[in-house]
């Protein structure tokens, strides 16, 4: 079992920056696949970026080049830093561990991006 705590969403305007935190209950050494999904109001939730046990990254087109997926090891947690926010990047955002043929969720943290 796996428990995912997110933290650091809030409001903040257009161009600027947040830093996610997902907490996990376990070692996240040998966790498959860790990353952060986003769900605005009325649409599908989306792969936002994920990092593998081994540190390779990927990211969804429209986040390329202004968000940046990372891990601490040692503190169990993944990052996801989100920067020039636009105001489509409001959301909630969800952290998502995939370990040992199970998928884990967190309960997600809003991030609102206006003026």
């Known amino acids: 079992q796996v428990q995912l705590v997110e933290s650091g969403g809030g409001l903040v305007q257009p161009g600027g920056s947040l830093r996610l935190s997902c907490a996990a209950s376990?070692?996240?050494?040998?966790?498959?696949?860790m990353g952060w999904y986003r769900q605005a109001p009325g649409k599908q939730r989306e792969a936002v970026a994920g990092?593998?046990?081994?540190?390779?990254?990927t990211y969804g087109d429209s986040v390329k080049g202004r968000f940046t997926i990372s891990k601490d090891n040692a503190e169990n947690r993944v990052y996801l830093q989100m920067n020039s926010l636009k105001p489509e990047d409001t959301a909630i955002y969800y952290c998502?561990?995939?370990?040992?043929?199970?998928?884990?969720w967190g309960q997600g943290t809003q991030v609102t991006v206006s003026s």
């Open positions: 990092i593998r046990s081994i540190g390779l990254t």
């Open positions: 376990v070692s996240i050494v040998n966790i498959y696949v």
């Open positions: 998502k561990a995939n370990h040992a043929g199970r998928e884990y």
